[in-house]
């Protein structure tokens, strides 16, 4: 019988080995897409040589070692796992990164790093890019969903404040650079089983600040590359890693897991497909209010109007992007305003841009407008029954308004945007692109990259020509 990382091992090798379904193919190609659009933005706005980004590639450029993979947007060339930190932190920077329910984790921006580094490494084509990056998501999303328990309502990575993204991405990054490293079965195995050892990532800079969350993917997505380079060379992992007395479930979760979420139906149901792409650059969980902000202004809502507004949602969420109050209606910086309820709420309330709220609407001018704090206060944050229902199946909310004349507004939503219920359009999510994209680089190197990165599915166009594209203009 095999065990779980067997199985994982098994299934991942069929993706590189045998044709992929075409709606995988299709939604891939989507992921590296939107990774490559985070990536530059998130370079483009980039706060100083504090800032993460630039610490890391500052960091990673100084290290030896064979220049071998691409650094997004930077013009810099270094060794696959060092590329993989630093792309990893460009895509998971800004928070603008695709999220999977119920495991509640951004699996993308830990794999498609890590499936790009190591498949420039290796010279491997564009197929075994794509499918790389296919089984790498969908191995982290399992790990994800496994770690949800129904008594809890919550994932017990949550529970405990483990960050499930950088944990079990480092597991999926090490599944999608085994894949372009070439490994059969048994090494993959070996690669998930090492990476399991260096996953790591605790949600307390969410709450109080630090920057050290926006290099969780880099680090994950780095230490899936090792592992998969360490498994390649003959270093070997466990085959219980996942379910043994000692192992991923035990460590991180106690024994609680759920075995058929793990591995039921792979390659028929694919938890890939069920992955949000995120129309607002700011924590997901603050995703269902927003929506519930802008109906309301839709329907003719004012923020003028505003007395008093109320949002409900799930109870889990609370301790994230309500508390500490005080800190969540005035939030420091603007990354720190992406975490907070009452901010998000506001601001789109006042109007925001792209597709509902943009990466301008998290800027020094936006936290700097006097009529953000006054709304923000305005706004309580409560359970709601409803919402922690859904949770964390889907992110819902309802937003109840009272206004000055003494009129109350309500507007509810069972499904925050972005995922299966509620998709973004083929046209959004290019729209999402060209507005991330165009913040590095001209609109006519934009278009071309666009085009480049969609004719990939196709097989027309290599990753490594959609690389030297995301290069800075000379």
């Known amino acids: 019988m095999r065990t779980h990382v067997q199985e994982l091992a098994r299934f991942a090798v069929a993706c590189r080995d045998e044709p992929l379904p075409g709606e995988v193919t299709a939604d891939v190609v989507h992921r590296v897409l939107d990774v490559l659009g985070n990536c530059l933005a998130g370079r483009a706005e980039s706060e100083g040589a504090a800032a993460p980004d630039a610490a890391v590639l500052r960091l990673v450029d100084g290290w030896a070692g064979v220049r071998e993979a691409t650094a997004v947007g930077s013009g810099v060339r270094l060794p696959a796992p060092n590329a993989a930190l630093a792309n990893g932190t460009f895509a998971h920077l800004l928070d603008f990164d695709d999220t999977h329910l119920p495991s509640v984790l951004h699996p993308s921006a830990n794999v498609v790093p890590a499936a ?4 420039e490494a290796a010279d491997a084509p564009t197929a075994v890019l794509l499918a790389a990056v296919a089984a790498g998501i969908e191995v982290a999303n399992r790990l994800g969903m496994a770690s949800y328990s129904a008594e809890l309502g919550n994932s017990v990575f949550f529970d405990k404040g483990l960050h499930a993204t950088s944990i079990c991405g480092a597991l999926g990054a090490a599944t999608a650079a085994g894949l372009a490293y070439g490994l059969d079965a048994e090494a993959l195995a070996s690669a998930v089983g090492i990476a399991a050892s260096m996953g790591a990532g605790l949600l307390e800079a969410n709450r109080t600040g630090g920057t050290v969350k926006r290099v969780h993917c880099g680090w994950a997505a780095h230490g899936g590359v090792v ?3 360490l498994a390649r060379e003959g270093v070997t992992g466990p085959p219980t890693v996942l379910e043994g007395r000692f192992g991923f479930f ?3 979760l106690d024994g609680k897991y759920d075995a058929a979420a793990l591995t039921g139906d792979l390659g028929t149901r694919w ?16 995703h269902p209010g927003i929506d ?3 109906a309301l202004r839709a329907r003719g809502l004012s923020a003028d109007e505003v007395q008093h507004a109320e949002l409900g949602v799930a109870e889990p969420v609370l301790r994230t992007i309500a508390e500490p109050r005080a800190l969540k209606i005035r939030p420091t910086t603007g990354y720190h305003a992406k975490f907070s309820g009452p901010y998000t709420v506001a601001r789109a309330l006042l109007g925001g841009g792209g597709l509902g709220l943009h990466l301008d609407d998290f800027s020094e001018d936006a936290l700097a407008d006097p009529r953000l704090p006054d709304l923000a206060q305005r706004v309580t944050m409560v359970a709601d029954e409803s919402a922690t229902a859904r949770f964390p199946d889907s992110f819902a909310a309802v937003l109840r308004v009272t206004t000055c004349a003494g009129r109350v507004l309500e507007h509810r939503v069972d499904c925050s945007r972005g995922g299966p219920e509620h998709p973004l359009s083929r046209t959004e999510l290019l729209a999402k692109f060209r507005l991330n994209a165009v913040r590095a680089l001209p609109p006519n190197r934009t278009e071309r990259l666009l085009a480049a990165v969609v004719a990939m599915a196709e097989g027309n166009v290599d990753y490594r020509h959609v690389l030297d594209l995301t290069m800075p203009a000379d």
């Not at 790009?116 to 498949?119: E, F, V, W």
């Not at 938890?271 to 603050?286: A, D, G, Q, V």
């Open 250 to 252: 035990n460590a991180y």
């Open 271 to 286: 938890e890939l497909l069920r992955t949000f792409y995120k129309p607002y650059p700011s924590n997901h969980f603050t």
């Open 292 to 294: 519930c902000a802008l």
């Open 227 to 229: 592992a998969a380079a």
């Open 116 to 119: 790009l580094a190591a498949a």
